[in-house]
């Protein structure tokens, strides 16, 4: 395939980037500007504006079922602008995790900590607009007395690390709207840690619905020095086959969320559009979350997905829900969960290349943990995202095809504008050799070179018959591209204040029109120009 040509990921020399290599993000985090996409107002620059620019509705649509008040009554509550982690103390000063990713509102999860410390407190932060403080105190624990938990062991069938720590203490989200959090850990020395959680939504419908990626923080997570990626000594071919959700997350704890997840959160709050969230992993286990949604929102680093959560969000396409897919490498890794030793799929399993060695194998043939694109049972990602995830690392600008395309309007480009540094760090783009659905309109075609070879990145929209609107953006730094020009999550690969307007406003494009309903019906249908574009082309 011409994915493979390039870079094929499953390869045993596979050595993605690492966090703080390509997020830029600096050892101790804190930084207190705030994002340059969710800065009423925005940036100032020129062609970027409108008088739609900061709107908080939906052009007077209000879904059934949504009570718009409650939604702007959490809105306009104030924020807490110390929600920042400051200092990370030495290794083991204090981390945790907790026995679920995911809790609906009052329900109760357990915390896991470990510290250096005599006392922690704990504070849950929900992450939303807030004025630009960008998180609310929602809770805070009683001081906490801290001890250093046992060492972790290593399941040498899969190279699985788990902490299997004592429960620390019960934590139950009574009055906790749904959100994304951060829990920061405070040590009674003054070190800091996050641990992610979602409160998630009963119910989607009327909804625009984030969808957190958990799975893909759990498979690039090196805490006990194994990853989906990398193990002793980090060499590949020692990695783990399966990662478990019972241990903390490595660096700040939340660097994958930090970097590819809160800025669409932030900028979504701040547009007062009624939203849902949930993650990768409730997706999986229930459609129910997408029933009637408006829309459903993959955010910036999404790459692993079981069938389940794949069949559930073409469900959804397939009956009315714009999906958009704002980051590159989407649906690509294809992978099994399993129970642990905190309760249900609590275990991320993907075999990759040594697939055949799996024992679940055995029972069920059709069932591989590879890319979804290799056999048996292939089934490229391209047939849902548009587009087909071809390599790595590249770094390139990002080139406008259809100016006069909707998702554009108010940022005064004209064809040929050219953003530096927007394609990177992973890509994807329109490949006319595997399946895609049709029509389909490539709005962005940026030249790039990859590990010597010519090729491309593209945007692309495309709608189905029950009206869904579909949008990938084709890179890995969109997402990150909404805190360009500040000093928020490092420099942002060079990204300037210029790329950070346009693609902001493009983002707000993308979800005002998500969320008055299916696109196909209300926005100008995709002009089908595959053939003209790749008529030439590099394949």
């Known amino acids: 395939m011409a994915g493979d040509s390039v870079l094929r990921k499953g390869s045993a020399g596979e050595m993605k980037h690492g966090e703080g290599q390509e ?258 992993l409730d997706v999986h286990r229930d459609t129910g979350i997408l029933h009637h949604a408006a829309g459903a929102v993959s955010l910036g680093h999404d790459e692993y997905w079981t069938p389940q959560q794949r069949a559930h969000v073409t469900r959804a396409r397939d009956t009315g829900t714009n999906v958009a897919f704002l980051g590159a490498n989407a649906c690509f890794r294809r992978v099994r969960l399993e129970p642990d030793a905190t309760g249900t799929d609590r275990t991320v399993v993907c075999y990759k290349t040594d697939y055949r060695k799996d024992p679940y194998l055995r029972d069920h043939p059709d069932m591989p943990t590879n890319d979804f694109r290799q056999p048996p049972g292939a089934s490229p990602e391209s047939s849902l995202t548009g587009v087909l995830y071809e390599g790595y690392p590249v770094d390139a600008p990002y080139v406008v095809r259809r100016s006069d395309h909707w998702l554009f309007e108010g940022t005064g480009v004209k064809r040929g504008a050219s953003f530096d540094h927007l394609v990177g760090v992973e890509y994807d783009r329109v490949t006319p050799t595997v399946p895609i659905p049709t029509p389909l309109e490539i709005i962005a075609h940026s030249p790039l070179v990859c590990k010597g070879r010519p090729s491309y990145s593209d945007s692309i929209y495309y709608t189905v018959p029950s009206g869904a609107g579909v949008f990938a953006s084709g890179t890995m730094r969109w997402v990150e591209a909404l805190m360009a020009g500040t000093r928020e999550n490092g420099r942002n690969h060079g990204m300037d204040a210029r790329t950070g307007a346009f693609v902001t406003r493009s983002t707000e494009n993308l979800l005002h029109a998500f969320a008055a309903g299916p696109c196909g019906r209300t926005r100008p249908k995709p002009r089908d120009d595959v053939r003209d574009v790749y008529a030439s082309a590099p394949r």
């Open 23 to 280: 997020a830029g993000i600096p050892g101790r985090p804190g930084r207190r500007l705030f994002l340059a996409g969710a800065m009423a107002g925005g940036l100032g620059v020129a062609g970027c504006h409108s008088s739609e620019t900061g709107r908080t509705g939906t052009g007077g649509f209000t879904p059934p079922g949504v009570d718009r008040r409650v939604e702007n009554r959490e809105n306009a509550r104030a924020g807490d602008s110390g929600w920042r982690v400051r200092s990370l103390g030495p290794p083991g000063a204090i981390e945790g995790y907790t026995d679920k990713v995911s809790v609906l509102p009052g329900e109760e999860f357990g915390l896991y900590v470990s510290t250096t410390a005599p006392a922690f407190w704990v504070s849950a932060y929900r992450v939303g607009w807030y004025g630009g403080a960008q998180a609310r105190l929602v809770w805070r624990s009683h001081r906490v007395a801290g001890s250093v938990q046992g060492r972790p062991q290593l399941i040498q069938a899969t190279r699985t690390v788990r902490a299997d720590w004592q429960r620390t203490l019960p934590v139950r989200t009574s009055g906790w709207p749904e959100g994304a959090y951060l829990l920061r850990l405070d040590s009674e020395d003054t070190h800091q840690y996050f641990v992610p959680l979602i409160v998630r939504s009963a119910g989607a419908a009327g909804r625009v619905v984030l969808i957190h990626a958990p799975a893909t923080w759990q498979a690039y997570n090196r805490w006990g020095d194994y990853s989906l990626y990398q193990g002793e000594n980090g060499a590949y071919g020692t990695r783990s086959l399966a990662v478990s959700f019972d241990r903390p997350y490595d660096g700040n704890g939340a660097e994958k969320f930090m970097v590819y997840e809160r800025a669409v959160v932030v900028l979504a709050e701040r547009l007062g559009i009624p939203l849902a969230y949930t993650t990768g």
